[in-house]
């Protein structure tokens, strides 16, 4: 098995974009830490307001597509769809 490893960025464009991340990360950090082959999962402001760090790693491919199937149809999923995500995923 290999590890799959997701680093990047969430880009808001504006300040209703990051009040939708504030509202329903809470909520989705701790449904990804609770899945089963999360190994770790963080998400932290940067120094521009808008721009916040992303740093997933799942125990396989397996694991990491389950979460990225659940996390698209969660409330999460569906308050930050138009949030921009420039992100590198390794291990697939």
């Known amino acids: 098995m290999t590890e799959v490893h997701l680093s990047g960025q969430l880009l808001c464009v504006d300040m209703d974009e990051v009040a939708a991340v504030v509202r329903h990360l809470p909520g ?7 899945e089963a082959g999360c190994i770790s999962f963080n998400v932290s402001r ?27 149809s969660s409330d999460w999923g569906r308050a930050t769809a138009r949030i921009e995500r420039r992100y590198t995923v390794e291990g697939l």
């Open 28 to 34: 989705h950090v701790a449904l990804t830490r609770a």
């Open 46 to 72: 940067t120094g521009n307001p808008l721009v916040w760090q992303v740093d997933e790693r799942f125990r396989d491919a397996d694991t990491f597509y389950a979460h990225q199937d659940r996390a698209a």
